[in-house]
C-alpha cells in the first residue's frame, strides 16, 4: 500500500485542529458580514431612491467602506490563511474536498472574482453613480456574495453528512446533501443579524447624521434583524439532518460540545430578545457600546456553532470516508499489519531530545495518529488524560480507542508502535527522565495484539451501521 504521507506541521502548545477552527470562525464571521452586508445595502439602496429614507444614500457610503475594508482586506487574508493552514495539517482532507468539487470551487470563484469587481467599482465609482447604476452594481453584488455562500455551503455540508456521495460518488448527491438547505437557510439569516447589528455600529460614528437621522437609519436597519425568529426552527431542521452519533454529541454526549451549543444558543437568544423587544418592539435607540457588544455576542454565537459543527464531524473529517488523522477506515488494517509510520519519510522535531529509538518510535506515531487532536502535555493533552492510568490500562484503551470514546478513530498502527506510544506517555509523564529503558516484553506486545483484534477496524460510528445493514438484511 503506498499511504500518501504528508509533512504536517505543529503549532505549539495548541491543537492541529484548533488553529483551523480559529481561523474558520474568524473566515465566517467576516464572510458572512459581506453577505448580509449586500443585502442591506441594496434594502438602503431603495430606500434612498424611493425617498422613503432621506439619509439612507450617504449611510450606505461609509456602511460599504466598512465592508470593503473588513470583509475585502480580512475576508482575503483569512481565506487565503485557511488553505495555507489545511495544507500544512490536513493535506488529505482538503486534498479529496479539491478531488471531489474542483468544478464547484471554480464556480464559486467566479462568483468571487465578480464580488470583488462590483465592490471594488461601487468603493470606487459609486458615489459619482445615478441610483440605477447604483443599484445596479449592490445587487450584482448581493447576488455574488450570496452565491458564493451557496456553493461552499455544499462543500461544507458534505463534509458532515455526504448522504448519497458515499456510494454513488456523484458530484450533486454530495453537493445537495442531507444538511444542504438548512445549513444554507441558516447561514442566510445569520448574515442579516450580523449585517444589522454592524450596521448599528457604522450609524452610530457617522457623525455627519443627527441624532433622529440615526434612529431613522437604525429603526430600517432592525428590520433585517425578523428573520431571526426563524432560527429555532432552521436550527431544529439542521439537527434533524444530521447523523444521530452527532447530534448526540452536541446534544450532552460531549461536554465540551453541549458547553459550545449552549453557548451558540444563549448567545443567539439575547440579541433575538433585545432585538424583539427593545429594536422592534418598543424602538429603542441603539448607542455604539451597546451595538459593539451586540456584535461580539454575534461573534460568540458564530464561534460556539462553528466549533459545534466541526466537533460534531468527530472521528471523520469526511464522515464514513477520511478520519479526522486522515488515516481511511480501509487502510487500517493494513497500518496495523506493516506499522504506521514505517513508511513516513519525514523526521520529527527535537529527535534528539528523546532518550532512544523506541520513544522516536513513540513521538512519530503521535504525530501521525493523535497529533490532530491532542498535544502531548498542552491543550488536550495526552499526560493530562492518561498519565495517572496504569500502565496495562492504557495499552488497553489505546488499543481499543474507538471504544474508550466513539470520537476517536481506531488506532491504526502495530502493537509494538502502540507500546513505544504507551511509553513516550510514561516518559513524559515522569518529565523526561534520562534513563529509559526499552520496553521489548514478547508477553506485552501478544496482549496488546489481542486488544486491538478485539476492538477491530471499523470506527464505532461504521460497527453500528454495519450492524444495522445486517438488521434489516
Ligand atoms: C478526532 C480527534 C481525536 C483523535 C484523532 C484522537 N483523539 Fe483521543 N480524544 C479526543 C477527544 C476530543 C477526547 C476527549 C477529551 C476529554 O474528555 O476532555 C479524547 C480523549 C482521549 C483519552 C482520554 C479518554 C478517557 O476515557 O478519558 C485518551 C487516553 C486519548 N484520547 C488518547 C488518544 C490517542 C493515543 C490517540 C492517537 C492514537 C488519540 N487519542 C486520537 C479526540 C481525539
Redesign the pocket.
Known amino acids: 500500500m503506498d499511504f500518501p504521507y504528508y509533512p504536517v506541521n505543529d503549532f505549539g502548545p495548541v491543537i492541529k ?1 484548533m488553529v483551523i477552527g480559529g481561523l474558520g470562525i474568524v473566515h465566517v464571521f467576516v464572510a458572512q458580514f459581506a453577505i448580509g452586508g449586500g443585502l442591506l445595502m441594496c434594502y438602503f439602496q431603495w430606500l434612498a431612491q424611493s425617498g422613503r429614507c432621506e439619509p439612507a444614500r450617504r449611510f450606505l457610503d461609509g456602511y460599504f467602506k466598512a465592508i470593503v475594508l473588513i470583509s475585502f482586506v480580512i475576508g482575503a487574508l483569512t481565506g487565503v490563511g485557511m488553505w495555507l493552514i489545511t495544507i500544512q495539517t490536513s493535506a488529505r482532507t482538503i486534498g479529496l474536498m479539491v478531488d471531489a468539487f474542483h468544478w464547484i470551487w471554480l464556480i464559486e470563484w467566479t462568483f468571487f472574482v465578480l464580488e470583488i469587481i462590483t465592490g471594488y467599482a461601487f468603493y470606487r465609482y459609486g458615489p459619482r453613480l445615478d441610483d440605477r447604476a447604483r443599484m445596479t452594481l449592490l445587487v450584482l453584488y448581493s447576488i455574488a456574495a450570496w452565491f458564493s455562500l451557496f456553493w461552499v455551503n455544499g462543500i461544507l455540508s458534505w463534509q458532515l453528512t455526504p448522504g448519497e456521495w458515499t456510494a454513488t460518488k456523484n458530484l450533486w448527491d454530495g453537493f445537495f446533501n442531507p444538511s444542504f438547505w438548512p445549513s444554507l437557510l441558516f447561514r442566510t439569516v445569520t448574515s442579516m443579524t450580523t449585517a444589522a447589528l454592524a450596521a448599528c455600529v457604522v450609524i452610530n460614528t457617522m457623525t455627519a447624521h443627527d441624532r433622529h437621522q440615526r434612529v431613522t437609519l437604525i429603526h430600517r436597519a432592525s428590520h433585517f434583524l425578523v428573520p431571526m425568529a426563524a432560527m429555532p426552527l432552521l436550527g431544529i431542521w439542521y439537527f434533524a439532518a444530521i447523523p444521530p452519533d452527532s447530534r448526540s454529541w452536541a446534544l450532552g454526549g ?3 460540545m453541549t458547553l459550545f451549543l449552549g453557548l451558540a444558543i444563549g448567545a443567539s437568544l439575547l440579541i433575538g430578545l433585545y432585538a424583539f423587544v427593545g429594536l422592534l418592539g418598543k424602538k429603542l435607540y441603539i448607542n455604539a457600546a451597546t451595538a459593539a457588544l451586540l456584535c461580539a455576542l454575534a461573534l460568540a454565537a458564530t464561534a460556539g456553532g462553528e466549533f459545534v459543527r466541526e ?1 460534531v464531524r ?3 473529517t469526511i464522515r464514513e470516508a477520511l ?3 486522515s488515516i481511511t477506515e480501509s487502510e487500517v488494517a493494513e497500518l496495523r499489519r506493516i506499522g504506521s509510520v514505517t513508511n513516513d519519510p519525514f523526521p520529527i522535531r527535537d529527535a534528539g531530545s528523546y532518550r532512544s529509538d523506541q520513544l522516536r518510535l513513540g513521538a512519530k ?2 504525530r501521525f ?6 498535544t502531548i502535555n498542552g491543550v ?1 493533552g ?1 499526560v493530562h ?2 498519565g495517572s ?1 496504569r500502565t496495562d490500562q ?1 495499552r488497553m ?2 488499543a481499543k ?1 474507538q471504544h ?2 466513539a ?3 481506531p ?3 502495530s502493537a509494538e508502535e ?1 507500546e513505544a ?1 504507551v511509553q513516550l ?1 510514561e516518559w513524559e509523564t515522569e518529565k523526561r527522565p534520562p534513563r529509559w529503558p526499552d520496553s521489548v516484553d514478547p508477553g506485552v506486545t501478544a496482549q496488546i495484539q489481542q486488544w486491538l483484534d478485539e476492538a477491530g477496524t471499523a470506527s464505532v460510528t461504521a460497527q453500528s451501521r454495519l450492524a444495522s445493514q445486517r438488521g434489516s438484511d
Open positions: 485542529g460531549s461536554a465540551a466537533g468527530k472521528p471523520y478520519f479526522s488523522n506515531v503521535f495518529q493523535c497529533g490532530v487532536c491532542h488536550n495526552l488524560l492518561a492510568w492504557k484503551n489505546i480507542l474508550t470514546k470520537f476517536m478513530p488506532f491504526a498502527g502502540l506510544l506517555i
